[in-house]
């Protein structure tokens, strides 16, 4: 059901915490299946992520996908952040089932979410940002199959 990957990040997931003064936080839920998901940015002058952290509420999956997208943003600038999709972070699990596609789509609106937070309190546009959801419905997660 899961993949090797997915199972790794869940039992052994990286960044778990919090950082304190971060950057920017994103919080984003779903309401129907009660995952929450919270993601902090540390990001320098230069706009590049130097630390990324998380806490999430959820099952195994939701804390997986937590656990990779992080490792995906970390080094990033904030441009290169916002281009990391819900399908890259499931790529990177080698997939998920159907049924938890949502906690990709969870992994993706929460560094939307901490980038937004990060403009807003800068008072910066990052190009292609636009505001996210803080809870992702399930006709949003149909259109990612």
Known sequence: MYSEKVMDHFTNPRNVGEIENASGVGTVGNAKCGDIMRIYLDINKDGIIDDVKFKTFGCGAAVATSSMATELVKGKNVQEALQITNK??????DGLPAVKVHCSLLAEEAIHAAL?????????????LEKPKSDISEEEEEEVY
């Open 116 to 128: 937004w937070d990060y403009a807003t309190k800068n008072n910066i546009e990052i190009e292609g």
């Open 88 to 93: 890259a972070v499931m790529d990177a699990l």
